[in-house]
């Protein structure tokens, strides 16, 4: 069970309008701003600088809000402080700026993540006004693209570009920046404009000479912790068990544009699930939670005893789920295998007068991390990622995993180089499985840069009608 506090997705509950917004990347902060989180030290942050330094990898911390990561950074001279969600499901910086309809609301929705004022800085530069992200559940935000200098990381763990592209929204509706670190065919001014990549900030990194080979190591960390790391051009060995396998990243459309990798296999305990699956599953730091076919959804919740809720396309679970030790979810991707213990996937909600919702029979009621796919993209989100060590290798087009190591407080970084095969202590697996399934048609570089971020709320409650049927009918959930 979670002890961090989720005023976020209760109030959400409470209003029960819109959904849980779960993959509404948009407007995550603005109901963040009141939630206590329980903050964890930063693990030993010298001796990883020291690490840092001497490996030529760069580090910084991430702020676990449980729902989305948050980096740290600054833009422009003088520093201008931002909280950017940390995205792996898109390729585009950008920014709010205070003068959009959004942040100049009395709401102060812009507040915790921050906002830009390119005329404050005098090292702004503008590039052009084609900037137009929009997400698949309606949000996004249009407006410039700019330069400025960009300083990641804080202190003397932070490392400065002097000069990076991103967005400014103009207009927006989404409360808070992203930092998507992606493909750069992915990028909004390839799919939309039409226009060539830019280098973002991975890509900046290594033509900056930062980091050598544009690749980064995800460590999230476990759900009760509140800071996980990224690491661009590194691996930590100190952070995973067993050996990093690596496998490679899948083609949609012929183009390796998002970070699809095929799974094969899926676990709940001992019973096999599903086996011989050549399933395309999204990588996404950007999604909360975890989205999969709904048969396997189905089964999973009748075994664990979920109940489905198909307005807003998500389950709840007796709290007490999360210390059940035979309900791991274990997911098998050609070779390597990555466990998901139950306490991973039950999420706390807590309202915010404090108190937690309950079922009519009174066992207190906790959100469950896997949702059905529908029509949409299979998404390992948050809750899947958290149990994994992943190494983004987008210079080899290649996702190393290995299972992680939680509450961590050593550190082994080791750089990663040039050429193939790169990535330290990575083994690249024998015969992986090409995908077969669960790609789209449409090419994301040709249309728009999201079109595989995580389904629609929509697609999902479409495909869900069925599945409640059999089980659940009412959710019963009391909230206080
Ligand atoms: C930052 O630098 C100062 C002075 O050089 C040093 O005392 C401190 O330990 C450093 N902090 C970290 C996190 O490395
Ligand atoms: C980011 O900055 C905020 C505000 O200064 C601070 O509270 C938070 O701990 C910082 N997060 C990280 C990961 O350094
Ligand atoms: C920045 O300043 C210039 C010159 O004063 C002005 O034309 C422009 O509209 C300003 N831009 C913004 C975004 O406020
Ligand atoms: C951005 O794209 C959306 C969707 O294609 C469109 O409706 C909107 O008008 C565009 N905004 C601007 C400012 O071009
Ligand atoms: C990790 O640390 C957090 C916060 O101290 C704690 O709640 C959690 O149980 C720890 N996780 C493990 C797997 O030890
Ligand atoms: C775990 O064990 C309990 C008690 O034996 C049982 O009721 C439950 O169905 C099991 N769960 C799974 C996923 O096998
Ligand atoms: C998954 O992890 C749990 C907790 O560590 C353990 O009990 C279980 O045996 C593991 N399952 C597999 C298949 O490794």
Not at 24 to 31: F, I, M, Q, V
Request: hydrophobic letters at 35%.
């Amino acid at each position: 069970m979670k002890s961090t506090t989720w005023a976020l997705l209760a109030s959400s509950l409470i209003a029960s309008t819109n959904g849980l917004n779960l993959q509404k990347r948009s407007d995550g902060p603005a109901r963040v701003i009141s939630m206590s989180t329980e903050r964890r030290k930063i693990d030993n942050p010298a001796q990883r600088d020291r690490l840092r330094r001497r490996t030529g990898a760069v580090s910084a911390s991430l702020d676990n809000e449980e729902t989305l990561y948050f980096v740290n950074a600054t833009i422009g001279t003088p520093a201008q402080s931002l909280r950017l969600h940390l995205d792996t499901g898109s390729s585009d910086l950008w920014v709010n700026t205070p003068s959009s309809t959004l942040c100049k609301g009395t709401s102060q929705s812009c507040a915790f993540a921050g906002t830009y004022t390119a005329n404050s800085s005098s090292t702004y530069e503008y590039v052009g006004s084609w900037f137009n992200i929009s997400y698949v559940d309606g949000s996004g935000a249009s407006g410039d693209y700019v330069t400025d200098t960009f300083t990641i990381g804080t202190g003397n763990s932070s490392t400065t570009l002097d000069s990076l592209q991103f967005g400014i929204g103009y207009t927006s509706s989404s409360s808070q920046g992203i930092l998507g670190i992606g493909y750069t065919v992915n990028e909004v001014q390839v799919g939309r404009a039409g226009k060539s990549a830019y280098n973002n900030l991975p890509a900046q990194m290594v033509a900056d000479g930062v980091i050598q080979s544009n690749a980064y190591s995800l460590w999230l960390n476990d759900l009760d912790a509140s800071t996980g790391s990224i690491l661009f051009g590194g691996v930590d060995s100190d952070r995973y068990t067993g050996t990093l396998e690596t496998l490679p990243v899948q083609k949609q459309a012929g183009v390796y544009s998002e970070f699809l990798i095929t799974l094969t296999e899926i676990k709940l305990g001992d019973t096999t699930l599903a086996s011989d699956m050549a399933l395309a599953v999204l990588l996404d730091s950007g999604s909360s939670l975890t989205y999969l076919p709904d048969d396997i959804v189905q089964t999973i919740y009748d075994t664990v005893g979920a109940t489905y809720d198909s307005s807003e396309g998500v389950a709840y679970v007796p709290c007490s789920l999360a210390e059940t030790t035979n309900s791991s979810i274990i997911y098998t991707f050609s070779t390597p295998v990555i466990n998901v213990t139950a306490s991973e996937l039950v999420l706390d909600l807590v309202t915010s007068s404090g108190k937690r919702p309950t079922f009519r029979n009174g066992q207190t009621a906790c959100l469950f991390g896997i949702a059905p796919a529908g029509s949409g993209t299979n998404v390992l989100g948050d809750t899947f990622l958290r149990s994994a060590y992943v190494v983004y290798d987008l210079a080899n087009n290649e996702i190393s995993l290995a299972q992680t190591k939680f509450n961590v407080s050593t550190s082994n970084v080791q750089e990663i180089s040039t050429g193939t095969t790169s990535v330290p202590g990575a083994a690249t697996i024998a015969n992986a499985v090409a995908a077969t399934s669960g790609l789209t048609v449409i090419s994301s570089s040709s249309n728009d840069a999201e079109s595989a971020a995580p389904p629609l709320l929509v697609g999902g409650i479409a495909a869900a009608a069925a599945l409640v049927s059999s089980t659940v009918i009412g959710l019963g959930l009391i909230l206080v």
